[in-house]
């Protein structure tokens, strides 16, 4: 009887021992999972300028410069494409600040109409030559359409009449008889704008098919993506 409680002593140590091992082989509870990455779609590209989807623009050549309307062609029509363009301008540059413009090209006609009269006259022959007597007329008419509407592009409109303001400036100063030599560099002024509108859609198409590879053709959205959850490692026997 006088043993009976270190027996009962040991037993109770013996049972403690007995549970701490056991709670040292259990599996511990997972770690809670990272937080999702949250991946975010940039926005769709679009066209600069506010053009529309899908435009054709005049392609790039061999050499790398943009063909135009105003590419190849003889210095007799690259004067009368600036007259167009001048046209364009008159027409539809109607802002407050390029009201000099219209003024400007009713002076135009008036100081070159012996040079603009003698490279209209020159055109006819060369489209005569080129098409024939039946035809010449509708192949002039036809490209000369294509002129209009290439400086009448709407993107462009306030960078075109930026260009069309200094060039109309410009010309008030180019006497009688110097038509032919300013309107090389005239034509370029008043060109570029185009060019840069176009070199910047194709960026434009070269940035959305970039997006489309990544992200598919749908709106853009923000989406949640599960983060992976580690591996959990467990020590042997246990």
């Known amino acids: 009887m006088t043993r009976l409680p270190a027996f009962r002593t040991a037993l109770g140590g013996f049972v403690a021992i007995l549970i701490v091992a056991l709670a040292g082989c259990a599996t511990p509870p997972p770690p809670p999972p990272p937080p999702p990455v949250v991946v975010t779609i940039p926005p769709k590209p679009r066209p600069p300028l506010g053009a529309a989807e899908g435009l054709t623009i005049p392609p790039v050549g061999?050499?790398?410069?943009r063909v135009t309307v105003n590419s190849n062609i003889s210095t007799e029509q690259k004067i009368w494409n600036l007259r167009s363009a001048y046209n364009v301008a008159a027409l539809?540059?109607?802002?407050?600040?390029?009201?000099?413009?219209?003024?400007?090209y009713s002076q135009f006609l008036q100081t070159h109409s012996k040079a603009l009269a003698?490279?209209?006259?020159?055109?006819?022959r060369r489209f005569r030559e080129n098409y024939g007597s039946k035809v010449y007329i509708r192949e002039r008419e036809t490209y000369q359409t294509q002129v209009y509407n290439y400086f009448a592009l709407p993107p462009v409109k306030s960078a075109f009449c930026n260009a069309a303001l200094q060039v109309s400036n410009e010309l008030l100063t180019v006497p009688a008889g110097q038509l032919e030599t300013y309107a090389l560099n005239g034509l370029d002024k008043v060109d570029t704008p185009f060019r840069e509108f176009f070199n910047s859609y194709d960026q434009y198409r070269s940035d959305l098919r970039a997006w489309e590879s990544l992200y598919g053709a749908g709106p853009p959205v923000t989406v949640s993506v599960p983060a992976p959850t580690p591996a959990i490692s467990l020590r042997d026997g246990t």
């Open 62 to 65: 061999i050499d790398g410069t």
């Open 92 to 104: 539809n540059c109607l802002d407050t600040q390029y009201a000099p413009i219209l003024a400007g």
């Open 118 to 124: 003698s490279v209209n006259k020159d055109l006819d």
